[in-house]
């Protein structure tokens, strides 16, 4: 069984006083879903003194452990702040930051070196999936931002179709549903399927409690990866309450 997981990708929202939030997710963190908040940089260790229920992650990583890279923070560094995992490879980081496969790939061994979860984000942008070639493209960047030796323990993948990002679109729950199937079949293959088959994946992209219900009865989805709606816990405990109500 797979445990459950409610992630919250806060992106660049968020000062002290957000930190408030928590109090009501950590609450929620009992009923059985893992809930996962990933604040700015600067808010990680206070996050994680103040809600010591929740898992608390980074946005991005450094692919190396120390070094000249000013502004960049290593995995190590999250890991020392208290963070237990970190999101890779998010469309936002691969086009403000020019991020390809291969530099996800390095940065998912930099953070598993460090003893992080990766949260290893794919996704289609519109004009790929008019073209008929999202499956393709979820397919290469599967392959190629994920390094050998994932495991479940190491590794969650999040399908963030780009159109849906911040839009209010949401794909259709058959259209997650090909995406989702696709990847665990893709992962099952490729690491083998005890591996395959215990990897989380989620689902990310216009989640809001009106939505969440659907999408978490589709198969293969294991929980949800939030942006917007993760900012206050009135919008993210209603997201969570959904994916505790489903049962596969
Ligand atoms: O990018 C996302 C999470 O990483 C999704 O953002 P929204 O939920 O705001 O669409």
């Not at 009923?31 to 990680?44: D, F, S, Y």
């Not at 590794?155 to 199937?181: C, F, M, N, R, S």
Request: a negative charge.
């Amino acid at each position: 069984m797979r445990r459950k997981l409610a992630a919250g990708n806060w992106k660049m929202n968020g000062s002290g006083a957000a930190l408030a939030e928590l109090d009501e997710m950590a609450k929620a963190a009992s009923n059985g879903a893992e809930i996962l908040v990933c604040p700015p940089a600067t808010l990680i260790g206070a996050a994680a003194s103040r809600a010591p229920g929740l898992a608390i992650g980074g946005q991005d990583c450094h692919a190396r452990a120390s070094g000249a890279h000013t502004g960049d923070i290593s995995a190590a560094m999250l890991k020392d702040a208290g963070a237990s995992h970190v999101i890779l490879g998010h469309s936002e980081r691969r086009a403000d930051h020019d991020e390809h496969d291969e530099d996800v790939r390095d940065k998912c061994g930099a953070a598993w070196e460090a003893g992080l979860v990766a949260v290893v984000c794919v996704g289609e942008t519109l004009d790929e999936r008019e073209a008929s070639n999202t499956l393709d493209i979820i397919a290469g960047q599967l392959a190629g931002s994920i390094p050998d030796g994932a495991t479940g323990h190491n590794l969650v993948v999040a399908y963030e179709p780009v159109w849906a990002i911040g839009t209010g679109k949401v794909p259709t729950t058959d259209q997650i549903g090909e995406v989702h199937d696709f990847m665990r079949a893709s992962l099952e293959r490729r690491f083998g399927p005890g591996v395959g088959r215990s990897v989380r994946l989620l689902y990310g992209g216009s989640v809001k409690a009106s939505n969440a219900s659907d999408i978490f009865h589709v198969s293969n989805v294991d929980g949800a990866l939030v942006g917007g709606a993760s900012l206050k816990a009135a919008d993210f405990v209603p997201i969570v309450d959904a994916l505790n109500a489903v049962s596969h």
